[in-house]
């Protein structure tokens, strides 16, 4: 009968306690109240027919566990019936499953089915253990300045560890130590994850924004961690560097063409459409004065001249550039890439008769070197 009212009580109530602790039912309302009050938030994710869910209900009860609770955490229960969105998110099928996250959502430790009470205790004790020992192991490292003992440090950190502790203590001696900096992004740079990153390049109050060797292998990191991702996030990065003061670092544009050439093998994919490849073709074209690979520019040139499609707007994006190539690639090789262009303009007079006359411009002021393009345009 007692569980009964318990579960009744879950289901009407926004707030109510088993033992001594306040759950709440709200996410929104318990990752409010965990910022409010510097908590963790512990969420026992439970469904009302789990015979688990309700022996660890009970086990919640114990004076020990309730305390240990209370005093670190905002605690909360979700019901699997009306919390789908929840569930969808973080790929929840199974009850009770157990998740302790920090306020602001970073997931901690998530773990399925019920524990016994030895267990869980155990389980609370090794989350206080671990940040603890993470705490008092940075405040030594800086105090040391042993560039052996981070590096150790990090290795155990990283092999394991969740993530939230890799970043807690990475972040710490970030931005506490700039001795470490080069330490950890030598030896762990491409290890570290892309939200860790982000996290770093948040840091807009530290001297790290300041220090160009470290916001260049933060760069260099960050773009070698969103390569899988794709083309549709080349805006976002370019606007996350803008954001961060990253756009006039003269080596980052040799990043960007590292990018760029990673993506060549998806243009180059007999898999990928037309139509993503062109894609990929004007954005390579739209930041092409923050690629230095002009080998690669002309690859991709080469590529979108094959077409004649006269519906890729592409050419007020090239034209602004199309100077700029002219003056970097005098090599007879790479004269005729741009008689390429021109010849893919003349495909299309009746669109784009600006664009021609523009390119014809173009030539005529290179006339010294190009006197084959102007040929074709004519």
Known sequence: MRQKFIIILFLLSPIFCIGKVRFYTNYDEAISKANEQNKKVFIDVTAKWCKPCQDFSRILENETVSQ????????????????????????????????????????????????????????????????AEIDGKVIELIERKNENDVVEFMKIAINGKSNYFV??????????????????????????????????????????????KIRDQLALSYLTKMKPIGLSNINMIANRFQDFGFSNVPSLKAYFASYYAYNLDYFNDDKNTDAQKKSFGENLLFYYPNCQDRELVLQVLQYLCKSQDPDIP?????????????????????????????????????????????????????????????????
């Open 314 to 378: 592409f050419f007020d994006r090239l034209l602004p550039h199309l100077q700029n190539l002219l003056n970097d690639l005098p090599d007879e090789y790479q004269i005729y890439d741009i008689i390429g262009v021109c010849q893919y303009m003349t495909g299309n007079k009746a669109e784009s008769p600006k664009s021609i006359a523009k390119a014809h411009e173009l030539s005529v002021k290179n006339s010294i070197y190009y006197k084959p393009a102007i040929n074709v345009i004519r």
């Open 167 to 212: 970043e807690k203590m990475t972040l710490d001696i970030i931005k506490t130590s700039p001795f470490y900096r080069d330490v950890i992004f030598k030896n762990f740079g491409n290890m570290l994850d892309t939200a860790l990153i982000s996290s770093i390049m948040a840091l807009k109050d530290t001297t790290l924004v300041q220090n160009p």
């Open 68 to 131: 240990k609770l209370d005093n670190n955490f905002v605690c909360l229960k979700l019901d699997e019936k009306y919390n789908q969105a929840f569930l969808s998110k973080h790929d929840i099928n199974a009850f009770p499953t157990l998740i302790f996250m920090d306020s602001k959502e970073n997931i901690i430790l998530r773990t399925l089915g019920a524990p016994s009470k030895k267990q869980f205790i155990n389980l609370l004790n090794d989350l206080e253990k671990i940040e």
